[in-house]
């Protein structure tokens, strides 16, 4: 059984950091691309940050570049979101998921990804 369980989330004020954590069971991860996607209220999901499989490649939407760090530790099945220098804008509900290696396609999309966490909600202040 797939599962991926996301927690971290909470409230913050703007400028503040918070660390989102994904752990993920009953795939082969090592295979699989993760990324971080989010939905903003009345917004479509959108990629935020990906890793590849080893975590030697990342990528970063332009909105969380230089403030979003994505990493992970293969050996604990885990993905890791670093958020800092948080804006309003940030406030969303934050989602893991995994993407098959082999799977083509555009990297962002959600479409592409095969299997999701529920979810963790953000909220930042101003």
């Known amino acids: 059984q797939v599962q991926l369980v996301e927690s971290g989330g909470g409230s913050v004020q703007a400028g503040g950091s918070l660390r989102l954590t994904c752990t993920a069971s009953?795939?082969?991860?090592?295979?699989?691309?993760m990324g971080w996607f989010r939905q903003r209220p009345g917004k479509e999901r959108e990629g935020v940050a990906v890793?590849?499989?080893?975590?030697?490649?990342?990528y970063y939407a332009d909105s969380v570049k230089g403030r979003f760090t994505i990493s992970r530790d293969n050996g604990k099945y885990t993905v890791y979101l670093q958020m800092n220098s948080l804006k309003p804008e940030d406030t969303a509900t934050y989602y893991c998921?995994?993407?098959?290696?082999?799977?083509?396609?555009?990297?962002?999309?959600?479409?592409?990804?095969?299997?999701w966490g529920q979810g963790t909600e953000v909220t930042v202040s101003s």
């Open positions: 998921a995994a993407r098959a290696a082999v799977t083509a396609g555009e990297l962002f999309s959600p479409l592409n990804y095969q299997h």
């Open positions: 009953g795939y082969p991860y090592s295979s699989y691309l």
């Open positions: 890793i590849s499989t080893r975590g030697y490649s990342t």
